[in-house]
């Protein structure tokens, strides 16, 4: 037994076969879509499927990982216990025009600005895994 | 898209509604033996009379058997319908719908919830299992982000809308309090609603409904047969039941000031029962307040406001027990509380008391259409009930 609290740490994401290149994608920094290859839709969970025109043919694309903030929230209440107190859920409108559920980081809420250029990045899990997170884009 | 309605077809002639709140003491069985004990009697049948059974509830048990075991039903068909949160809704729609078609004479919908003894705080949905790429969010948080984007929409600074949605809260604390069987039974002032601590964005705790158990049941027959059961029986306008594309949060046209599936059921519903303006002709409504903000949303997606003037509405009165459209006379999710299957027909509950005039201290005069409305689900990826019931 170790004297060190265990530090919060998110569960791995499952994975699945045909979520297996978004969670690779997020182990190595990089945001994936999914889209159809026929009519071109993205959608998001990835699925064998394409909702709009039946096509299974499909694309892995890397985004640009560039979005700006649609909306945010501060959940208190209930705590889950995968998340340290305090932290940020937001919806990101993505470059490429999809919008994501994610959590907003590395700002004070006083700080937020709804339309703030955001910019993804990644958080190591338990197992080795990574998922997604957003913060202020970076000036470049 | 065809959706013709069973306008005066059919007619709910008994109705039942155990307490709801924390009900320890009552097992899931328990209380549906009470809710239809209760709507038995108050129909004047026995129970052998009713053909079959439509039994509503998101957690509490599975098939028919979970009403059949309470009730020791004999040998009668008894069908399981979940919806989300408006799962008890979507049991008196198929219930009627049963015996509009003529395939039964007399049945009943149930509605049943057991949440106080689930080992976590709130509505705990049980999704599938998924492959953990579609991220999850609490209750209290999505419904938060309906704040921010209408003050934003109608340029309504925050403080305002704070005072818009406490009062909402207020109204229906105010309205519980009147209500025998409320989970919430007290009047709570303004301040203390402005100051309670935040849940999840600018929604504090009073801002958001009682979870409770508790069951309510209803029973129905064809219209022309109604008489023979009550001298007032309660006439059905309007059933109406959308599923939207769950799109809400994956698409950057949808903007958390609308339920585009409120919309959708309100105008088939209101084109069923003939309505063609609701604010003048609904006499008072039961919405899906789940949490403050929702309530105020409804009143613009119903038609009772015109679009960025509800939150006008609710400052002035409008919607209060006194005021000219009554909404959420029983005190609502807010304070009657909100176990999920029974929900939609705790709502249909109150129709049938102000109809009959035996709804006390809340009794409104001379109401001539009631509405309730039902929502599962959340802003952007939601189902919607609407009904409209009358003489
Ligand atoms: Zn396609």
């Known amino acids: 037994m170790s004297d060190a609290t265990p530090a919060v740490q998110r569960p791995a994401p499952h994975g699945s076969r045909d979520s297996a290149f978004f969670w690779e994608g997020c182990r190595r920094g990089v945001l994936m879509g999914q889209r159809c290859a026929d009519c071109g ?49 937001a919806l990101v409108d993505l470059e490429e025009g999809q919008r994501m559920l994610s959590n907003l980081c590395d700002v004070s809420p006083e700080a937020i600005e709804i339309g703030m250029p955001l910019e993804v990045f990644f958080v190591e899990t338990a197992e080795g895994g990574a998922v997604h997170q957003f913060r202020p884009r970076q000036a470049s | 898209m065809a959706s013709n309605g069973i306008r005066d077809r059919v007619a709910i002639v008994g109705m039942g509604c155990t307490a709801f709140g924390e009900h320890w003491d009552k097992s899931t069985a328990d209380m549906l033996v009470e809710s239809a004990g209760d709507a038995y009697r108050s129909a004047q049948v026995d129970p052998e009379q009713v053909d079959a059974y439509w039994l509503g509830t998101m957690g509490s048990g599975l098939s028919g058997l979970v009403l059949s075991e309470a009730l020791k039903i004999q040998y009668k068909p008894v069908t399981h319908v979940e919806n989300f949160c408006a799962t008890g809704s979507e049991a008196l729609r198929n219930a009627c719908y049963a015996v509009a078609c003529g395939a039964y004479d007399l049945v009943m919908a149930i509605g049943v919830e057991k949440l106080k003894d689930s080992g976590f705080s709130g509505l705990v949905v049980g999704s599938p299992a998924h492959d953990g790429a579609r991220a999850d969010i609490t209750a209290p948080a999505i419904f938060s982000m309906l704040v921010p984007a209408y003050c934003k929409k109608y340029g309504v600074d925050e403080e305002t809308l704070k005072d818009v949605i406490s009062r909402i809260a207020w109204k229906n604390h105010a309205n519980g309090a009147k209500n025998p069987k409320a989970q919430f039974r007290n009047e709570v002032p303004l301040e203390m609603i402005k100051a309670s601590p935040s849940i999840a ?4 705790l009073f801002d958001c409904s009682g979870v409770a158990d508790g069951s309510a049941a209803a029973i129905v027959c064809r219209a022309e047969d109604a008489h023979k059961y009550t001298d007032t029986p309660l006439f059905v306008k ?70 960025g003037e509800g939150w006008k509405d609710v400052l002035d009165g409008r919607f209060d027990l006194d005021g000219p459209q009554p909404i959420n006379p029983d005190g609502g999710l807010k304070s009657f509380g909100h176990p999920i299957g029974a929900s939609g027909l705790r709502m249909m509950y109150e129709m049938w008391l102000q109809f009959r005039g035996e709804a006390g201290e809340r009794q409104l005069a001379a109401p001539k259409l009631g509405l309730t409305h039902n929502l599962g689900g959340g802003p952007g990826s939601c189902v919607s009930f609407v009904s409209v019931v009358g003489k």
């Open chain 1, 41 to 89: 839709a993205w959608r998001h969970p990835p699925r064998p499927m394409c909702p709009h025109c039946q096509s299974v043919e499909r694309e892995e694309v890397e985004l640009s990982g560039r979005a700006t903030l649609y909306s945010w929230a501060k959940p208190v209440h209930p705590p889950l216990p995968m998340f340290e107190p305090g932290y940020l859920i």
């Open chain 2, 201 to 204: 964005g600018m929604l504090g």
């Open chain 2, 238 to 307: 309007a059933l109406s039941f959308v599923a939207g594309p769950s799109e809400g949060n994956k698409r950057q046209d949808y903007d958390f000031t609308t339920f585009t599936e409120v919309v959708a059921s309100a105008e088939d519903a209101y084109k069923q029962a003939g309505i063609t303006n609701p604010r003048e002709e609904i006499s008072m409504a039961e919405v899906h307040d789940c949490f403050t903000p929702t309530e105020l949303v409804l009143l613009e997606d119903l038609g009772f406001s015109a679009r």
